[in-house]
């Protein structure tokens, strides 16, 4: 099936300090990519909706200049976490929709997820 | 009321036996219906997505749609504890947008 990759896994920076994550449609292209969060065990909590070439959509209560998202091509989103907090630490992952999948609609796919530690 | 709700559980189901997990949602319009798995530490993992009235079955699995009383369940049939894991409901309320509403997730424990 459709695959959509996340990097890095795993990251920790200090406090203050942006991070960048990516996020791959590997062999589709996906016009919408979307970001979560999810804290210890709590459900996906959608941040934003990514559209390529246009500005993302961010859910009511994201700061939308600390998650900054670029969707530069059809297949590349990052998410850039700026100024991080210890509170920002999270599990995030991101989602890609592979138009024309399935017997009528679309399907969605989830990237590994890429878990931030903020020291 | 949440856009989509599950019992959190934890269902504890022993091996081979069937395990049977229920969502519902608030949204009548709603399009699409997916399960995901998801294990600790772990991205969630496609099980199954159902468009149509009636169940949808796929190896073990089986997910049943009922749009008029707005339910969706997913029926695992001989539990394996490889099985265990968050099985998260999600919703898509419109065709050309494919943002998801996710349920808590309901954890489910398979006993060897």
């Known amino acids: 099936g459709a695959v959509v990759s996340q990097h890095p896994s795993r990251v920790i920076c200090k406090s203050g300090t942006s991070v960048k994550i990516e996020c791959r449609s590997l062999?589709?292209?996906?016009?919408?990519m979307f970001w979560y969060r999810q804290f210890p065990k709590k459900s996906l909590m959608l941040m934003a909706t990514?559209?390529?070439?246009?500005?993302?959509?961010?859910e009511q209560g994201v700061e939308k200049d600390k998650f900054l998202i670029n969707h530069a091509s059809l297949t590349l989103s990052t998410l850039t976490v700026t100024s991080a907090h210890p509170e920002d630490s999270s599990f995030y992952i991101c989602s890609a929709s592979s138009q024309g999948l399935g017997v009528t609609g679309n399907t969605i796919y989830f990237g590994e997820g890429s878990w931030l530690t903020v020291v | 009321q949440k856009e989509v709700e599950q019992n959190s559980g934890p269902l504890s189901v022993p091996e081979g036996a069937i395990a049977s997990l229920n969502c519902t949602y608030s949204d009548r319009g709603s399009q699409s219906f997916f399960w995901y798995r998801q294990y600790s530490g772990k991205s969630p993992e496609l099980i199954m997505f159902i468009y149509s009235n009636g169940d949808k079955e796929d190896g073990r699995f089986t997910a049943q749609l009922n749009k008029a009383s707005q339910y969706v369940s997913l029926l695992i049939r001989d539990s394996q504890p490889s099985d265990s894991a968050t099985y998260l409901c999600a919703v898509n309320t419109r065709v050309n947008d494919y943002k998801l509403s996710f349920g808590a997730g309901t954890t489910v424990t398979v006993r060897a």
């Open positions: 990514s559209n390529e070439g246009s500005k993302a959509t961010y």
């Open positions: 062999d589709f292209q996906a016009t919408t």
